[in-house]
């Protein structure tokens, strides 16, 4: 089954397009976090010669400079055109808003934001949930109003 970008638009009715998105989402999480720690070392190298030009002040973010690099990353690819980031592109599957709208970056932020916050405190209540929600959505899912579905 294949989904063009225009039938992407909104979280479909067919039960084939959440077949298997647990597995993948998990997949997926795991080739975006090697991803953003791959790109955590040219933004620490950055960030210190902006430290350097700023006499020391930008080095205070070095604590937190994990969290900007993996907010900018979903915020831009899951917020981007494809609505999905790169580990979500390679094991074939997308986030759709279930109101047909799309998702922006503030969105992706969000439900960045609140899949840690619930890992953190809910770890295996996370992936549990999609076994019993229609459309195999997460607690973040249902909070932002997303689903994931397969694209292929």
């Known amino acids: 089954m294949s989904l063009d ?9 067919d039960w084939r397009a959440y077949s298997g ?11 975006d976090y090697i991803l953003i720690a ?18 020391g002040l930008a ?10 690099v993996a907010a900018l990353y979903f915020g831009l690819s899951v917020g981007g055109a494809s609505q999905a980031s790169p580990g979500m592109r390679m094991m074939g599957i997308a986030l759709v808003r279930v ?11 969000v439900h960045l934001v609140l899949f840690w916050v619930l890992n953190s405190v ?3 209540l996370i ?3 999609g076994l019993f ?16 579905i397969r694209t292929y």
Do not use: E, Q
């Open 59 to 68: 080095w205070y973010l070095f604590p937190i400079l994990g969290l900007i």
């Open 99 to 109: 109101d047909g709208g799309k998702i922006d970056f503030w969105t992706a932020i």
């Open 21 to 31: 998105t647990l597995i993948r989402r998990a997949m997926a999480f795991c080739v």
């Open 133 to 148: 929600t229609n459309r195999s959505r997460l607690i973040h899912d249902l909070l932002v109003g997303t689903a994931a």
């Open 38 to 55: 791959i790109l955590i070392i040219p933004a620490a190298a950055i960030l210190f010669f902006i430290g350097v030009l700023t006499l």
């Open 127 to 129: 992936l549990l949930a």
């Open 5 to 13: 970008p225009v039938s992407r638009t909104a979280a479909p009715d």
């Open 122 to 124: 809910l770890t295996p």
